[in-house]
C-alpha cells in the first residue's frame, strides 16, 4: 500500500529538548516537504527536498532543520523546541512539487 | 506578507448545490496551482491541479478554473455531497525554466459543510 509513514503521531516535550520526527515513503517519491499548521494560517511549508542531499527552505525554517541521506526518509529535526512550535506537523512526499502530493497522518507535537 | 489567500474561512452549502472556494494570488510569478481536502484527523489528499497554460481543468464533480489576470482560482463542486465536508486548501508553485522551484504557499484553507 502506497503511504506516508511519521512517528510520532503525538509527542509532548519541554522546552530545549532535541527531538525527531521521523517521516517515510514507500513510493520512490523523489520530492519530499514538511509542512505545520495553525490555526487560521493554513498550511505552511517549513523545507522541502527535491531530491537525497538536496533541500531547501519553505516559508518558515527557523528552528528546524532536516536531512534528505536517502530517498525513503527525510526526518524533522527540532533541536532546541519552544512553545513556539507547538503544532500539528505533515510531511508529503510527490514525483515534484507541481504534482499529487500524498500526505501523512500527522505529528502533534507540544512543546511545553 | 500572505501570497495565497482563501478570504473565506467557511462555506456552508445545501446537498445537491454548487460550492464554489475561492483563491487569490499576489505573486504573477506562480504558474502551478492545486487543491487539496482535508478531514480532521487526516492528513490532506490531493484534489485537482491546474497549470498557468489552462484556464480549466475538471476532473469529475470538481472543476478548477483560473483567471491569471485577476490572480484568481476557484473550485467548484458539482454537485455537492455531505461527504465533502472538510477544510479546503488551495496552493501555489512556480517554476524557473523547465524545473519547479520545490517551494509550495497553501492558503489558511476554508471550511466547507455540506448539508443534508
Known amino acids: 500500500e502506497a503511504q506516508v509513514t511519521q512517528n510520532p503521531r503525538y509527542l509532548i516535550t519541554v522546552t530545549g529538548k532535541k527531538l525527531t520526527v521521523t517521516c517515510s515513503q514507500n513510493?520512490?517519491?523523489?520530492?519530499m516537504s514538511w509542512y505545520r499548521q495553525d490555526p487560521g494560517l493554513g498550511l505552511r511549508q517549513i523545507y522541502y527536498?527535491?531530491?537525497?542531499?538536496?533541500?531547501d527552505k519553505g516559508d518558515v525554517p527557523e528552528g528546524y532543520k532536516v536531512s534528505r541521506k536517502e530517498k525513503r526518509n527525510f526526518p524533522l529535526i527540532l533541536e532546541s523546541p519552544s512553545p513556539n512550535q507547538t503544532s500539528l506537523y505533515f510531511c508529503?512526499?510527490?514525483?515534484?512539487?507541481?504534482?499529487?502530493?500524498?500526505f501523512g497522518q500527522g505529528t502533534r507535537l507540544t512543546v511545553v | 506578507d500572505q501570497q495565497v489567500k482563501q478570504n473565506s474561512p467557511s462555506l456552508s452549502v445545501q446537498e445537491g448545490r454548487i460550492s464554489i472556494l475561492n483563491c487569490d494570488y499576489t505573486?504573477?510569478?506562480?504558474?502551478?496551482f492545486l487543491w487539496y481536502k482535508k478531514y480532521p484527523a487526516e492528513g490532506p489528499t490531493f484534489l485537482i491541479s491546474?497549470?498557468?497554460?489552462?484556464d480549466k481543468n475538471e476532473d469529475g464533480r470538481f472543476t478548477v478554473f483560473l483567471n491569471k489576470s485577476a490572480k484568481h482560482l476557484s473550485l467548484h463542486i458539482v454537485p455537492s455531497q455531505p461527504g465533502d465536508s472538510a477544510v479546503y486548501f488551495c496552493?501555489?508553485?512556480?517554476?524557473?525554466?523547465?524545473?519547479?522551484?520545490?517551494?509550495?504557499?497553501f492558503g489558511q484553507g476554508t471550511t466547507l459543510q455540506v448539508k443534508p
Open positions: 508529503a512526499s510527490s514525483f515534484g512539487s507541481h504534482t499529487e502530493a500524498f
Open positions: 513510493m520512490n517519491h523523489e520530492y
Open positions: 527536498s527535491m531530491n537525497v542531499e538536496v533541500t
Open positions: 505573486n504573477s510569478m506562480f504558474d502551478y
Open positions: 491546474i497549470s498557468s497554460i489552462k
Open positions: 496552493a501555489a508553485g512556480r517554476s524557473v525554466g523547465s524545473s519547479n522551484t520545490g517551494k509550495l504557499i
